[in-house]
């Protein structure tokens, strides 16, 4: 058995490895940062999508896809966003051999070409809230190292794009998007902060930003997504307006909430170890591989196994048999690096006995049946999950470090939280005190108890935004 | 209420019509060919695909997926593949201001993006065979009349490819393809035609190739779809070999099979009445959709009306409840013309009875209820879909007309099929009669009991290749 590289120290070395060894990605394609989904990573992306789809739907959004192609002329309207986007675009400027009369940008994000299409669709107010999704490849001609899943050219993205009627129902739109993904998250087994943006960090064209920020062991961190409230940046320019019960003509407020497959780069790195890849049931491909394991004489377990396989399947889980002709060894090891929650090994004792050897991926041992099989299989994963669950959010609780000075900023070897007045100036300062980045105040509960606030650890002035944390965003 | 146009002698208007009254899609998108998928088209779309996944899973298919952009020198490898594609794709040239060494294709399709995988994922006969689909979407620079669903610019595309031992296995694999088809076309309630292209009017780079041609009235005929035998065409130019058993090296042979949003565009065209779209229960975004009627005095439908959504939503079936402030009248157009299969109308009286006046999309009205109310509307729903198909199976076998002569070709008001040597000079004698194409040779059985075939219609030589179809594609 293979051990992978440390994964604190050698992250990044750790986490390729880890995807190789599971093949959930191929790298070898010949653009770079643009990567193949293997049938195992495509299957891992599929789960995924479905607890987003499921969530998301949950809270009133409907399912819409728009092209991947903007023309420059709509792509150019709302001035702060173009100038966030302008140096990663891909432009398509030939059909053929014909030059296009306006070039085409291929999609980094949908603002500019669902926006023209809202201000037909808005026209009263009975047509708000508008709640739409999408989940679609975006494209950004990306200059930093790729690595797959988590900083790549074409994107797996996932865009809700909402019209509300005022700032206060956009901001209760940022605050049902705040529910949903901490149901997603819980159903993902990831911790994560919501951490509004200092100003000078937000999504171009945003009035504010919230992002959902995760660490990912010492001081990084990585953003999972983020949630933006853009009250009327972009509907003032599209022209998104809608006819008041009163006749009047206003411009709606408008949000959206952005994922993407990073969700998937996360699960592995904040779940997986030096065997591999671990997956939370979610999103697993197989949720169980059943693993016969002939004797030399015994009962033959083919048909026992066989059995199981149909039963759990009649359960709607994702259920793999591996019968090859290995030993179940190298059958223990390719399962284990590749994630899967439960391995059921089935033996000639066992199947006399209509019973399982269940070993969950955290290696919890247990026998199963022969009585209520089924239940008890749907039982373990739960426990497993939740195992999984508390495990994470230990590691995350242990992430944080309070900072009382600049001075303690330094050797930041897990995210700071911080004091701070909320100035632009003050914000610099805690950044260059860590070589980091301010990533924002803290929404809701902090992730530790935190005695109250004290003085901005930077001018000494009342720290009124509460609690913000520091750290080294991948 | 509206009626649509007539839709044999106005079928590009009564098309248009039925999509616009049901909002499948919105074409107002600022770039031609390029459309909006709106929620309900989405749902529909989603629905297809779930089809199409099953079935071909269900064939031993894993899904994967690969980039939207191949490089100009993988895309060149294959020289007819790409003189077929030349003059319609799309170019991305620049990244940001910077232009890019090797400029990139929007995948048209994707042997180019695939294929140079492939060379690197086959090492032995036992990595043998790999089957992979992907549904993703496609680009091409269209200058034909687009039109929604039908032909468009942006292709919602599912293309299963894969790699086999040898000729015999790769004929196999279309023969799957073939049967995974049958299967999708009966879910959907379609009837189609499988044909054997002249080699003519074969796919670029294939040996051979079956299309799935479906009648549109008239002589009109689309094509759903394809399944082509390679050969070697493709994995020779891109080294796709394997390790044989004895050690030796060979190139596999390879198939694909292609599908794409026009499944939708022909459920429409062919299930649509003067009243809007009908959907088969298997793609219908809402199965059932249940109108409250509320009336003068006696008991409030409404709690009975939300019993009967959850309990049909509990069987998993996608049920709408529409309790919107408009009269029935209005609801019942709006439902109809959008196609949902059955409704259930829940006044007074049949909320003190627990029962509810169901109507199909196809005009048949039972009384459900008060018990086993969820089985009757699944098996509602089952007599319709027979009835659904029965119609379209009618309607399909009435759309031939056999030609005895090149002189009864003239006035071609139903698609011909005409005895053919297999000649290519003949092929295009019964061409220039129709001023159509030879759809190529009729795999299987024909659509209606036919004498034997006579001889040519050109030449009068023996018609070894059995009955041809000759037709206007769309």
Known sequence: MVELPEKTSAFFEWYLEALEVANLTDKRYPIKGMNVW???????????????????EASGSQPVEFPTLIPQTEFQKEKEHIKGFDHEVYW??????????????LRPTSETAMYPMFALWVRSHQDLPLNVYQIVNTFRYETKTTRPFLRVREIHFFEEHTCQL?????????????????????RLALPYLPIRRPEWDKFPGAFYSVALDTPLGGSRTLQLGSIHHYRENFSGPYGIRYETPDGGQRLVHQTTFGLSERLLGAIIAIHGDRRGVVFPSSVAPYQVVVIPIPGKGGVDPAPWASEL??????????????NGEERPGAKYYRWESRGVPLRLEVGGREASARSATAVDRLGQKNTVGPEAIEEKVLSLLSTYDDALRTRADSAFRDSFRIARSLQELAGSDRVRLVSWCGSEACGHQVEAGIDGALLGTIVGEPPTPLPAPGPCIACGQAASTAWAAAAHPL
């Open 309 to 322: 396989l149909s039963r759990l399947r009649a359960r709607h889980l994702r259920v793999h048999l591996d």
């Open 38 to 56: 293997t049938p195992y990573g495509f299957l891992a992306r599929r789960e995924l999508d479905r607890v987003l789809i499921e969530e998301i």
């Open 92 to 105: 398509v400027t030939h059909g053929g051999a014909t030059k296009l009369d306006i070039p085409l940008v």
């Open 166 to 186: 005022d700032e206060e129902a956009a901001s209760r739109r940022v605050e049902a998007n705040l529910a949903s993904f901490a149901a997603m998250a819980r």
